[in-house]
């Protein structure tokens, strides 16, 4: 469930029921915050105090992951990619399109790059095609559970059983507990 609390009075906002959960959560330059509730994705304004469903229809798979960018709100799912919701259009990127996996762990957004964590890889979404980073090309094992790009044009890569990585100009450094990583 999702609940708001404002002057000590607790308002539910959404209910999860069944197997609907709240799977992610955003907040967006303007202060809207955005719920992924299973498979829909809903926007809240605290000044109105409105919660409004915003996909046109339900989303293929639940919602994992949220990234607001001006014009656009990137929703990784549970298993069917990554899709670019715009007030008048929608762009699904999958495996096909070159995603390394169809589930989507974290969104990270840094200028015109879309890094996106899965359960085993990085995306790389940038205007002119995606690069996934998998093990065959030196990526970590392990789930991502975290990124964070850089001012150097780089990306760090927290996974689950993998340690930490920094990806920059198509090379990876690891940090592991060999290298002093608790």
């Known amino acids: 469930d999702l609940h708001l609390v404002r002057a000590g009075v607790t308002s539910t906002l959404v209910q ?8 992610a959560l955003a907040v967006d330059a303007g202060g809207r915050l955005w719920v992924g509730a299973g ?21 293929f798979a639940k919602i994992a992951a949220l990234a607001p960018a001006p014009g656009v709100i990137w929703v990784g799912t549970e298993g069917a990619g990554l899709a670019a919701l715009r007030p008048d259009s929608e762009r ?10 169809a589930h989507i762990t974290t969104i990270q957004l840094r200028g015109e790059a879309v890094w996106v964590g899965h359960p085993s890889g990085t995306s790389l979404i940038r205007p002119e095609g995606v690069h996934a980073l998998t093990e065959a090309n030196g990526h970590p094992p392990g789930s991502v559970r975290a990124l964070l790009p850089d001012d150097d ?12 990585a920094r990806w920059h100009r198509g090379r990876f450094w690891r940090f592991t507990r060999a290298n002093g990583l608790a």
């Open 16 to 23: 999860a029921n069944g197997d609907d959960c709240i799977g």
């Open 39 to 59: 498979h829909t994705l809903l926007a809240f304004d605290a000044q109105d105090g409105a919660l409004v469903e915003v996909s046109r229809r339900r989303l």
């Open 92 to 101: 699904w990127y999958t495996v096909d399109d070159g995603l390394a996996h």
């Open 153 to 164: 044009d780089a990306v760090w890569i927290g996974t689950y059983g993998g340690g930490l």
